[in-house]
């Protein structure tokens, strides 16, 4: 069975069509969960058409991380599949990833290729936007490489790396998806089975836009503080952390935030 977690703040009006592609999947032996994060609006009623089809667990606002962990605590399958309340699959999507995990047993997580809208229309992505196989650590660094909705792991893998870091508002996919891909290898379904729209301004991306990458520094310094890197990612992840220290700190600067920019570039002199 394939636990599927949806977590959800104030997206009624995306959940229905969430739920119904997870509902409607070829691949039938599934759990859906819905973690509701503390929304006030019509998501217990759009989530209530489904009662005996899915389990809905309420908790008051924590953030994203904290309804993915409370979904994961509740879930019982041998594999979890996210879902982010905003995007929808295709209906093969479950059957076809499945089945290329179980035919490699070697490979505790898995994701697939993405087709996305913007507006209600067609975006062609750019080359630094598709998903990659085997070892991404390097693609990982530089960006979050890895779309939640289209990751199926094995329940293993929290054993392994642990759960998402609540304390992060922002890029908290970008830093477990990094903790993964300096342990594991990914298996890629080279299909855009994970459909997603953008272009809002609910998105965390838009509404963090101006400062992400202050959560992807504290991400990777976390990793570099583990000492659980081997030398050759502990080299990759050093550098990386400079250029984004560089850019950051400069940026602070221009914008007259001048002690923040300061201590951001002066950051980097320290590993």
């Known amino acids: 069975m394939v636990s599927i977690i949806i977590p959800t703040f104030n997206r009624a009006q995306f959940l229905k069509k969430a739920i119904g592609s997870v509902l409607s999947q070829a691949y039938s032996a599934i759990e859906l969960i819905v973690v509701d994060d503390g929304s ?15 389990k809905y667990l309420r908790q008051e606002n924590k953030g994203v991380s904290a309804a993915r962990n409370l979904g994961i605590k509740n879930s019982s399958g041998g594999f979890i599949a996210f879902l982010d309340s905003d995007d929808w699959w295709d209906r093969d999507k479950l059957a076809v990833q499945l089945a290329k995990m179980r035919q490699s047993p070697d490979y505790i997580v898995s994701h697939t290729q993405e087709t996305w809208y913007k507006n209600g229309r067609l975006l062609n992505q750019k080359e630094k936007h598709r998903k990659h196989h085997g070892y991404i650590f390097d693609k990982c660094l530089a960006m979050c490489c890895v779309s939640m909705s289209t990751a199926i792991v094995r329940r293993g893998l929290f054993d392994s790396v642990g759960l998402f ?3 992060l508002p922002c890029c908290e996919d970008y830093d477990f998806w990094l903790r993964v891909s300096a342990r594991h290898e990914f298996l890629l379904i080279d299909r855009p089975l994970t459909l997603k729209a953008g272009g809002r301004p609910d998105q965390v991306s838009s509404i963090y836009a101006t400062g992400m990458d202050r959560f992807r520094i504290e991400a990777i310094l976390k ?9 050759d990612q502990r ?8 250029k984004k220290c560089q850019i950051y700190g400069s940026g602070c600067l221009k914008h007259g935030r001048v002690d923040e920019g300061r201590r951001y570039l002066q950051l980097a002199a320290k590993f």
């Open 40 to 54: 006030q609006d019509d998501t217990p009623a759009v989530v209530s058409r489904y009662a005996g089809r899915l």
């Open 165 to 167: 870091d609540e304390d």
């Open 223 to 231: 990793l570099l503080k583990s000492n659980e890197l081997a030398p």
């Open 235 to 242: 080299t990759l992840a050093t550098r990386e952390l400079h």
